[in-house]
């Protein structure tokens, strides 16, 4: 990302809020909010080999991505009275969807499939740090 001292003056730097995640989508969002334009550009090409921070950690990351998420939308919600309960019921049940539609998926397939298996543990430790009451000790060590 290239950013203009003046925008960054104008709207603060990255919220250190978010621990892993999220944190250049909340910066797009506020200079945004705040009237600075946001331009991709197509024509230029990066490369980035996604996931090598979270490979060898992938259900604590993936707590982290939602405990991100929700972060977000609470932020940036808050103006327009969304509680924050409203925010997680709704993750919960998009995950306990997903969850259950893994299962079927992997019945089907007589768990055979390793995307489909993973993808089900995946939304199993999803929806369990749900039910457990989002415990910060499911997602990556803090220090």
């Not at 925008?7 to 892993?20: H, N, P, Q, S």
């Not at 060898?56 to 405990?67: A, G, K």
């Not at 259950?100 to 089900?120: D, P």
Request: charged fraction near 20%; include cysteine; aromatic fraction near 18%.
């Amino acid at each position: 990302m290239f950013v203009k001292k003046t925008a960054i003056d104008a709207v603060g730097m990255l919220d250190e809020d978010y621990f892993f995640y999220y944190e250049e989508i909340d910066w797009c969002y506020r200079f945004r909010h705040a009237g600075w334009g946001i331009f991709h550009l197509p024509a230029i090409e990066v490369y980035h080999f996604g996931g090598q921070s979270a490979k060898n950690i992938n259900l604590q990351c993936r707590v982290e991505s939602w405990r991100s998420r929700y972060l977000y939308f609470e932020k940036t919600l808050r103006e327009r009275n969304v509680p924050a309960a409203a925010i997680v019921g709704l993750g919960f049940v998009q995950t306990l969807v997903r969850f259950a539609g893994y299962l079927v998926l992997n019945v089907l397939t007589l768990f055979l499939a390793g995307r489909l298996r993973r993808r089900w543990v995946m939304f199993g430790y999803l929806l369990l740090w749900h039910i457990r009451g989002l415990p910060v000790s499911m997602g990556l060590p803090r220090s």
